[in-house]
Every structure is written in structure tokens, then in C-alpha cells.
Nanobody, 124 residues
Framework: QVQLVESGGGLVQAGGSLRLSCSVS????????MGWFRRAPGKDREFVAA????????VYTDAVKGRFTISRDNSKNTVSLQMNSLKPEDTAVYYC?????????????????WGQGTQVTVSS
């Protein structure tokens, strides 16, 4: 079993930055691929970024490339999402997810464990 707890969400003006963190507990964390997803009001959940267990392979959706950076600290069992140059369209609930796969998939069906989510609101 793996437990995920997100933090760091909040309200920020367009152009600002936020850093989301996901604290992970449970077994085999260091071998898990970790992902961030988001769900905007009235929309389906969508992939944001993912990172493999070593941190050597990262994947981003095109909408956040160059603005967001995913990273992980295996010594602290945390994964982070640094979000810069935020836009109103980034407003969503952001979820951390975990999979035992070694590949950083963008498909949410590949992820087994999910956090409760943290709200990010970007005002114009």
C-alpha cells in the first residue's frame, strides 16, 4: 500500500509561481514512477508530468513544457512540481499519483495510487 499527500496549492496571480509537493509513504517508493495530473472545473482529468524512479526520465504535457518542472527526492520520499509562469488555464485540482511501472506513462489508468488533490487557482 502507498499513501500520497499533496501540499502547496493556493491562489496566485497570473505569471506567478507555486511549488507542489507530494509526500509518499508505504512500500517500494523508490521504485515507483510518480506522476502529476490535474482536473479543471468541468473538464476531465489530464496528465501534467511524470518522473521515473531514478529521476532520469521525465515527461510533460505540451501545455506545461518550459514552465513546470517535476523532480523527486528519494531520500525524503517526496516528489515536487515547480510551476512557473502560471496562467489562468492552469487552474485545477492537482493530484499526485504512483505506479510500480518503470516507465513515466501519461495514461492515468497506469497509476495505482492517488492523493486527495490540492487546489491551484490562478487569477488573471
Amino acid at each position: 500500500q502507498v499513501q500520497l499527500v499533496e501540499s502547496g496549492g493556493g491562489l496566485v496571480q497570473a505569471g506567478g509561481s507555486l511549488r507542489l509537493s507530494c509526500s509518499v509513504s508505504g512500500r517500494t517508493y523508490n521504485r515507483n514512477t510518480m506522476g502529476w495530473f490535474r482536473r479543471a472545473p468541468g473538464k476531465d482529468r489530464e496528465f501534467v508530468a511524470a518522473i521515473n524512479w531514478s529521476g532520469g526520465n521525465t515527461v510533460y504535457t505540451d501545455a506545461v513544457k518550459g514552465r513546470f518542472t517535476i523532480s523527486r527526492d528519494n531520500s525524503k520520499n517526496t516528489v515536487s512540481l515547480q510551476m512557473n509562469s502560471l496562467k489562468p488555464e492552469d487552474t485545477a485540482v492537482y493530484y499526485c499519483a504512483s505506479t510500480l511501472s518503470s516507465v513515466p506513462y501519461s495514461d492515468s489508468a497506469r497509476y495505482t495510487y492517488w492523493g486527495q488533490g490540492t487546489q491551484v487557482t490562478v487569477s488573471s
